[in-house]
């Protein structure tokens, strides 16, 4: 945590709780009356105390203080964020996911963790000189046209609010244990950088996803390194003309290992880092040349002004997990079952173009068939190819059993649909796959 401009406090004493409270800030006010002020508004809209769960008493003034000072230090504006934050905690089952990870839930047992850290991988390392968590994102590895190919949005966004919970309560319970401002050190690794990255429409959706739950995690990173910067003299010009001056300290843009090794040693031992900042290997997984399974999933090419038809037998009993993938742009996409009675009831519907992955399963409760509807009849001039994939199960079980059926024979499962886990399959065995994500503009 690097100490603010022309403070000559040792670190300790500079972001020390009981001092930040007493601290007067650039809104004349001090961390101790914003928060008082924050109170009052949050008791008067009912919100307040807050239920423990989601703030417990120990963490109450650090997090109310995190709002009031990511929020420009504004009472008003903190307090309005720091009621939705709640709110969104209760309609999102956060509390749920916090339970979990406070119970000792592993990462790697984070819901698809082994295909998202593919794509968007976030690393956790050491600690720095001061006892900062060091976070680090290899940016330059994010592949956004993968990932919204590899997982459906909901499952991006559920991933990201475990690795964002899982910070957000380290930060805190370190805050409490020493009754220091604890907030991380965050390191994004540019290497890899390349025109992938300029895919607008995976950009655009995972912009959507990390903004709507970011928001909820207001001021738990203190220092921002980023590395292997192309033009790195530029961005530093530019980014000193459009950062307020109070927030140019977090920001630090470098180029090459010669230009960024010096300074990351001066926060934190090597050993403290990821070998792959210095050079060394990528972490294992990452490094793979493999092919996706989704590559050997039937393609259907639907031209412009004009819509295809795909359709799957399902014998009574049987249950057949489903995903369908735009390759590029999007397409609209209906799902139904039809039976005997020549009737289609809806299996998968969304008033949206899907342009990601969207899966789900359906347990057929007579003989028919699954009709997927792709609609291409909206585009003028561009056709569309669109993955599919249909994997008959061979089981007749009620959901709860499945659910236990399908994690017991999981290795099977994953051997015939890689795309496919425990997690996920749990999540979609109603008879609607979850619809895309309306995020938070």
């Known amino acids: 945590m690097a100490t603010t401009a022309g403070d000559s406090r040792p670190w300790a004493e500079q972001f020390k709780l009981e001092n930040m409270m007493a601290q007067e800030w650039e809104n004349g006010m001090t961390g101790l009356q914003a928060v008082t002020k924050m109170k009052e508004i949050l008791t008067a809209q009912g919100c307040f105390p807050p239920d423990r769960e989601s703030v417990p008493e120990d963490w109450e003034d650090a997090l109310l203080l995190r709002f009031f000072i990511g929020f420009k230090k504004n009472p008003e504006a903190a307090a309005e964020a720091f009621e939705q934050m ?5 309609e999102n089952g956060i509390n749920e996911i916090r339970q979990k990870l406070m119970n000792g839930l592993n990462p790697s047992e984070f819901p698809r963790y082994e295909t998202v850290r593919r794509f968007y991988p976030l690393l956790k390392c050491g600690k720095d000189k001061h006892g900062c968590p060091i976070l680090i994102t290899l940016t330059g590895l994010i592949d956004p046209a993968k990932l919204v190919k590899a997982v459906t949005l909901e499952e991006m966004r559920l991933y990201i609010i475990y690795e964002m919970e899982s910070k957000f309560i380290k930060l805190c319970q370190l805050t409490a244990e020493t009754g220091i401002f604890y907030r991380a050190l965050e390191v ?5 950088l390349g025109m992938h990255h300029l895919a607008t429409g995976p950009v655009g959706l995972l912009r959507k996803v990390v903004k709507e739950v970011s928001a909820n995690y207001v001021e738990i990173s203190d220092k921002v390194f980023i590395l292997n910067c192309p033009f790195a003299s530029v961005v530093r010009t530019v980014l000193r003309q459009v950062v307020p001056a109070r927030s140019q300290h977090k920001l630090a843009v470098h180029g090459t290992i010669e230009d960024y090794e010096s300074v990351l040693l001066e926060r934190a031992e090597r050993a403290e880092y990821h070998a792959c900042l210095f050079g060394g290997e990528l972490p294992e997984g990452l490094n793979t040349e493999d092919g996706d399974q989704m590559d050997k999933w039937p393609r259907i090419t639907i031209p412009a002004r004009d819509k295809k038809v795909v359709e799957e037998a399902v014998e009574k009993g049987k249950t057949v997990l489903w995903n369908v993938c735009p390759e590029a742009l999007d397409v609209g996409c209906t799902i139904h079952f039809v039976g005997a009675n ?38 003028y001039l561009k056709q569309k190819v669109v993955m599919y994939d249909f994997e008959v199960v061979n089981v007749q079980l009620s959901t709860q059993q499945l659910v236990l059926s399908l994690e017991n024979s999981f290795s099977y499962l994953k051997q015939k649909v890689v795309m496919y886990d425990f997690e996920v399959v749990n999540v979609q065995l109603s008879t609607q796959s979850s619809e895309d994500l309306t995020a938070v503009e």
Not at 86 to 90: I, S
Not at 188 to 192: A, E, F, M, P, V
Not at 348 to 375: M, P, Y
């Open 86 to 90: 709640l709110t969104w905690r209760k």
């Open 188 to 192: 994004h690794d540019l290497k890899g």
């Open 342 to 379: 020549g009737k289609p009831s809806p299996v998968f519907e969304t008033t949206e173009r899907i342009a990601s992955l969207q899966r789900g399963s359906f347990q057929a409760e007579e003989d028919g068939k699954l009709v997927l509807s792709l609609d291409n009849s909206f585009s």
